[in-house]
């Protein structure tokens, strides 16, 4: 395969790794998001340091047991640099949350501004079963109050 096309073909693995890890949460499916990441892979943010898949499952279906939660995440302006069998990636997210008070989430939910806005920064490895993260970093910028 060309060199551009091999390069196209790794930035849409690599965003397509971008899209399941999102939908995987927002539609409660959180046992299929370790196996996106590296044996070692990480994820971290404001106060949050989890490293492996074990800790990430553990993590996240945490987050999965959440029964009162709408949610979508949006993700734009992605651009992703691609190098041999590494990657980086950078994109903005937005959070679109809504927590009933009934204890069940509400569709549709009531919206508004989004929860939060920020920023993610990730790291692939290129492994023998495809791209997987090797790290994902999340900041804030906008916080709704």
């Known amino acids: 395969m060309g060199t551009e ?3 196209l073909v790794d930035e849409n693995a690599c965003q397509k790794l971008i899209t399941e890890y999102f939908h ?10 370790p196996e996106l990441f ?11 340091e989890i490293v492996g898949r074990d800790e990430i499952r553990a993590f996240l279906s945490k987050r999965q047991s959440i029964q009162r939660r709408q949610s979508r995440h949006l993700c734009t302006n992605i651009v992703i640099q691609v190098d041999g069998d590494q ?10 949350r809504h927590d009933s008070q009934t204890g069940i989430a ?19 490895s290129r492994t023998d079963q495809g791209w997987k993260f090797a790290s994902r970093h999340f900041e804030v910028a906008f ?3």
């Open 5 to 7: 096309l091999q390069r």
């Open 24 to 33: 995987n949460v927002d539609f409660g499916n959180s046992d299929a998001i």
């Open 38 to 48: 590296m044996p070692d892979g990480r994820l971290s943010g404001p106060g949050i």
């Open 87 to 96: 990657a980086t990636s950078h994109c903005y997210l937005l959070n679109f």
């Open 106 to 124: 509400e569709s549709p939910a009531p919206s508004g501004l989004p929860k939060f806005v920020g920023e993610y920064h990730d790291r692939f």
């Open 143 to 145: 916080i709704r109050s």
